[in-house]
């Protein structure tokens, strides 16, 4: 009875661990899609700095597998293994001591999988801290699960592999289920989210993109970031809006691409969709837009922190419009930046930072933009670039 009450507590280990993993791999699935359709609200909660970057991770090659998220992967696997945890740590089925061998090689599997994305994490300048916990969540479900399981012999395992195929066909169907829903799963998903077709479009926006007219960016003014420092084989010049909501959306998605290309630079440029400081906007503005788009610039000058006043704004962007008190915005950011108001402030009315915006401003309006946020890629517009799929295959053909 003791031993029994032993294995009992390590299967409720092993369940808890379980459950765990599938909220962390169920929050990994959502975030995926959020950030590769440009819908994420902003960045991942896991994002803690440049090499703890969830967002990078998501963006890069590694993050799917045959076309379906590895986390929806993960997700599955570990609530089929949940039912055989449950099932034998509650006596619901007829041989408990089968079925918890069976818990225990599902298991093995996800751990083994942990090892194999542990070992393609270590190539790789990026980590997530989400799903670093799901390794160990695994390999500390397979503890419980091979403490609590009865009879654990290779004899024995053996003989249940060969089971699933004759008198034990329900276990291969729960084991079925698994890339069956997997893939049932991220089509039903991507239906239902209107992303089906955006994949089978990204062909045809590359397609456009090559043929578009030539246009010649200043790529010395804006904000610039790249994390390598060799020859971009990549340019990608975004015009947006601080106020903008699509713009803010877009934000995740570009920031994660660059960080999970290297050789991918991002050169930010406003384009206030405010007429005080955009020749391009008729009928005037309330001047809010501009201030924002000086104020940006002003901190890059100030302190060289221009793009966490431009993540401080996007990530405040519901307040900041409803304050409708530039002001107040200004006062608010030169706080989260480190700058004093005072000095930004002055930076804000001077000439030649007005005169900067409307300079970058006008090169949107030279190349005909129709709205923001608009993307160029090697200075040729690529429509629906705030994508990854899209990026994904402009990329792709730049590197052939």
Known sequence: MKNAANKNKFLLLALIATLIAVGVHGYLTQHYYGLKFGTAGGE??????????????????????????VAMWG???????????????????????????????????????????????????????????????????????????????????????????????????????????????????????GFSEVEKLAKEKVAYWQVAPQQNFDLTTGLSFQ?????PTMTIVEFAD?????????????????????????????FPLDGTCNEAIRGGGDGISCGLAFAVMCVEKINQKGWAAHDYIFDNQEDIIRTQNLDKNLQDLAGAVGVSQ??????????????????????????????????????????????????????KTLKK
Not at 46 to 56: F, L, P, S, T, Y
């Open 75 to 193: 997700m599955i696997t570990n609530i089929v293994l949940l039912y055989f945890l449950a099932v034998t740590r509650f006596n619901l089925v007829q041989d408990k001591a089968k079925t918890s061998r069976y818990a225990l090689l599902l298991s093995g599997v996800t751990v083994l999988a942990s090892l194999v994305m542990g070992l393609i994490s270590t190539t790789m300048t990026n980590l997530c801290l989400f799903c670093i916990s799901a390794y160990i969540l695994s390999l500390i479900g397979f503890f419980g699960s091979w403490m609590g399981a009865e009879n654990v012999s290779m004899t024995n395992l053996v003989e249940d592999i060969k089971d699933i195929f004759v008198t034990e066909k329900w276990v291969g169907g729960f084991l079925l289920a698994i890339p069956a829903l997997s893939f049932l799963g991220n089509i039903m998903y991507l239906e239902s989210h």
């Open 242 to 270: 601080f106020r903008c909501s699509h713009c803010k959306h877009a934000a995740p998605s570009l920031h994660a691409f660059i960080k999970s290309h290297p050789d991918v630079k991002l050169i930010y440029k406003p």
């Open 227 to 231: 994390k390598s420092s060799g020859e």
């Open 44 to 69: 991942s909660v896991c994002n803690i700095n440049e090499v703890m970057n969830c967002d990078a991770v998501t963006a890069s090659r590694f993050s799917a597998f045959l076309g379906v998220p």
């Open 342 to 395: 005072e000095e930004l402030a002055t930076c804000v009315k001077d000439p030649a930072t007005q005169d900067l915006v409307r300079k970058m401003a006008k090169e949107g309006e030279s190349a005909q933009i129709q709205g923001t946020p608009t993307i160029f890629v090697n200075g040729k517009l690529l429509s629906g670039g705030q994508l990854i799929p899209v990026l994904d295959a402009a990329y």
